[in-house]
């Protein structure tokens, strides 16, 4: 996204269905990949992103919904590092006609690349079953649930909010593994064996939904919260970082994807997101930008 043809395409969409709300989904989520290719994280997450916001502008869309993610929050790899910057941007661009909002949740249980239906691949093949570390704990939520969530929320946002689902008590992976060998009528250890195989690239034992110096508010809806920021305009987001110095970095950024260059990206990423913490991964290619 964000080439002339790009453009073009959206403005083919755009023309034909006219749409009142926009939900946008569109994002390379696979964390180890994205921080092996941080360019196309950026290029996709980022760029393309903007491209369709800036659509929606230019086509007097109403509302337009950011599906965002977990991994946003206090970010330690690209992609979520990517979405937290989408996060911004949708919040630059709330107004002149359209309001802008954004849905913060976990993982959709059955989705593609979920860990359910990858533990019974694994379990059907005899095993062993892979967990990433022994305390990992992820939050979960059924496809249904969370779409209807987002669709909610987009009806009740104003404008600018950044919503938050209560998505309940992070769940254990282990015994998540656990608990699908023994439904499926085996005994872990015993008859299907699991494997800690070690976090990978950028993963975080723990996701959470807010930081530190986050709170948030109730709404009409008893599942979705609001995020208040402590830094209510001042701070690191205040009026000058949506309108000089995000533009400016946004520019980096794309300059530094077209140039494959991993490391540029983190940099600039961090200056953006000051609580992301980049992940000491070296990108593909990178080693021949060196030489």
């Avoid at 659509?55 to 330690?76: G, I, N, W």
């Avoid at 305390?135 to 249904?144: E, K, L, N, S």
Wanted: with cysteine; net charge positive; proline share 5%.
């Amino acid at each position: 996204m964000g080439r002339v043809h790009d453009k073009i395409f959206l403005d083919r969409i755009f023309k034909k269905y006219k749409p009142v709300i926009v939900f946008h989904a569109a994002a390379y989520k696979h964390v180890p990949l994205v921080e092996r290719f941080p360019w196309e994280g950026v290029l996709n997450n980022v760029l393309g992103s903007k491209t369709v916001m800036e659509k929606a502008v230019e086509y007097q869309v109403k509302r337009f919904v950011l599906v965002s993610t977990d991994k946003a929050v206090r970010p330690t790899n690209v992609m979520g590092a990517s979405k937290r910057v989408t996060e911004l941007l949708a919040r630059s661009m709330n107004g002149n006609g359209t309001k802008f909002m954004a849905v913060r949740f976990g993982n959709v249980v059955g989705s593609s690349g979920s860990v359910v239906p990858f533990f019974r691949n694994q379990i059907r093949a005899g095993g062993p079953v892979t967990v990433t570390h022994h305390d990992a704990t992820r939050y979960f939520m059924t496809i249904p649930e969370a779409s209807k969530l987002i669709l909610q929320a987009g009806a009740i946002g104003e404008g600018g909010e950044i919503f938050v689902l209560k998505m309940g008590t992070p769940v254990r992976i282990m015994q998540m593994a656990e608990d699908l060998i023994r439904l499926s009528g085996k005994e872990p250890y015993e008859e299907i064996d699991i494997t800690v195989t070690g976090l990978r690239e950028g993963e975080k034992i723990y996701e959470e939904l807010i930081i530190d110096d986050e709170g948030v508010d109730e709404t009409t809806h008893k599942k979705i919260m609001v995020l208040r920021p402590s830094q209510n305009g001042n701070g690191h987001y205040g009026p000058d970082f949506f309108e000089r110095k995000l533009p400016e970095k946004v520019a980096q950024l794309k300059k530094a994807a077209h140039s494959c260059d991993g490391e540029k990206i983190k940099s600039i990423l961090k200056r953006i997101v000051p609580e992301y913490t980049p992940a000491d991964t070296p990108s593909q290619f990178s080693k021949y930008l060196n030489h």
